[in-house]
């Protein structure tokens, strides 16, 4: 590799750069997994434990304190529990791109010896941040199935489309980390800013109520958000035992992509000057 020659920045160069670097993805991903455990008694234990106990917590707050119901929609979300596997799901998915996102801004200063002293293939960083973010969703999704089947006797069979409907989130939460973490090395006061915007978007969200609670013209605000799509069809296919849909899905996994390749593109643009801000 060549580290004055120009990045290419094509969807193709992407998906070589991702293949091709494959293995290290893994192996860096399975070092933060393990490495976020490490000198823990109990350590990946707690992967599975973290979301479960949360789902306990819920259910109690929510559903036995104060007995919420949730307004509007299958009358799947009326049965005990069934708030906290409702407001749980949404939480999975605004996780996922949180953690993400919030970690995106430091993730060339953090890894300045790559910039400075190794060849290294930096387009990686968010791939890899983003498959740890996945693996932590992916316990969740377990015990998200758990409680499904707790409160409601029964795992609709329709829950197999949940990889289906997060996979474009996942491709738009990457073209925004890509995007963040050249700017974040330009600007620092990103990450600060990112922080709290993903806390407010956790309540502009339809993670606490369901997108029929929002006053009509403001509903259209609300599916701007790119994570309103994914949070109704993940509760969709998950509680309610409905299909997803797939126009919907193919409408915005087009713009998913497309948004990654910007953000990828924006990196691979920027990313000569790392070396002489660091």
Same mark, same amino acid.
């Given at each position: 590799?060549?580290?004055?020659?120009?990045?290419?920045?094509?969807?193709?160069?992407?998906?070589?750069?991702?293949?091709?670097?494959?293995?290290?993805?893994?192996?860096?991903?399975?070092?933060?997994?393990?490495?976020?455990?490490?000198?823990?008694?109990?350590?990946?234990?707690?992967?599975?434990?973290?979301?479960?106990?949360? +789902?306990?917590?819920? $259910?109690?707050?929510?559903?036995?304190?104060?007995?919420?119901?949730?307004?509007?929609?299958?009358?799947?979300?009326?049965?005990?529990?069934?708030?906290?596997? +409702?407001?749980?799901?949404? +939480?999975?998915?605004?996780?996922?791109?949180?953690?993400?996102?919030?970690?995106?801004?430091?993730?060339?200063?953090?890894?300045?010896?790559?910039?400075?002293?190794?060849?290294?293939?930096?387009?990686?960083?968010?791939?890899?941040?983003?498959?740890?973010?996945?693996? !932590?969703?992916?316990?969740?999704?377990?015990?998200? /199935?758990?409680?499904?089947?707790?409160?409601?006797?029964? *795992?609709?069979?329709?829950?197999?489309? #949940?990889?289906?409907?997060?996979?474009?989130?996942?491709?738009?939460?990457?073209?925004?980390?890509?995007?963040?973490?050249?700017?974040?090395?330009?600007?620092?006061?990103?990450?600060?800013?990112?922080?709290?915007?993903?806390?407010? /978007?956790?309540?502009?969200?339809?993670?606490?109520?369901? *997108?029929?609670?929002?006053?009509?013209?403001?509903?259209?605000?609300? !599916?701007?958000?790119?994570?309103?799509?994914?949070?109704?069809?993940?509760?969709?296919?998950?509680? #309610?035992?409905?299909?997803?849909?797939?126009?919907?899905?193919?409408?915005?996994?087009?713009?998913?992509?497309?948004?990654?390749?910007?953000?990828?593109?924006?990196?691979?643009? $920027?990313?000569?000057?790392?070396?002489?801000?660091?």
């Amino acid at each position: 590799m060549n580290p004055h020659a120009a990045a290419r920045t094509s969807p193709a160069a992407l998906a070589r750069s991702v293949w091709s670097n494959r293995e290290l993805i893994a192996a860096m991903v399975k070092r933060e997994v393990v490495g976020r455990y490490r000198g823990s008694v109990m350590g990946l234990l707690w992967s599975l434990l973290t979301p479960l106990l949360m +789902l306990v917590v819920y $259910t109690f707050v929510f559903s036995v304190v104060l007995k919420a119901r949730w307004s509007g929609g299958p009358a799947a979300g009326d049965g005990h529990g069934q708030f906290a596997i +409702l407001l749980f799901s949404g +939480l999975i998915v605004h996780g996922l791109f949180a953690e993400v996102v919030n970690r995106a801004p430091t993730l060339v200063i953090g890894n300045a010896n790559y910039v400075k002293r190794v060849v290294f293939p930096l387009e990686v960083l968010p791939v890899i941040t983003a498959g740890a973010a996945l693996f !932590h969703a992916a316990v969740s999704f377990l015990v998200l /199935l758990g409680g499904v089947l707790v409160a409601t006797g029964s *795992i609709p069979w329709t829950a197999i489309f #949940f990889p289906l409907v997060v996979a474009p989130l996942l491709l738009l939460t990457l073209g925004v980390a890509w995007f963040l973490a050249s700017l974040g090395v330009y600007m620092r006061d990103v990450g600060q800013v990112v922080g709290l915007l993903t806390t407010v /978007l956790l309540f502009l969200s339809p993670v606490f109520f369901p *997108i029929s609670a929002v006053p009509e013209a403001f509903r259209p605000w609300m !599916h701007v958000n790119p994570l309103t799509f994914v949070i109704e069809q993940a509760r969709a296919v998950m509680v #309610f035992g409905q299909r997803p849909d797939l126009q919907g899905w193919a409408l915005y996994s087009v713009g998913a992509c497309v948004f990654a390749w910007i953000g990828y593109a924006w990196f691979q643009k $920027t990313r000569k000057g790392f070396a002489d801000v660091l």
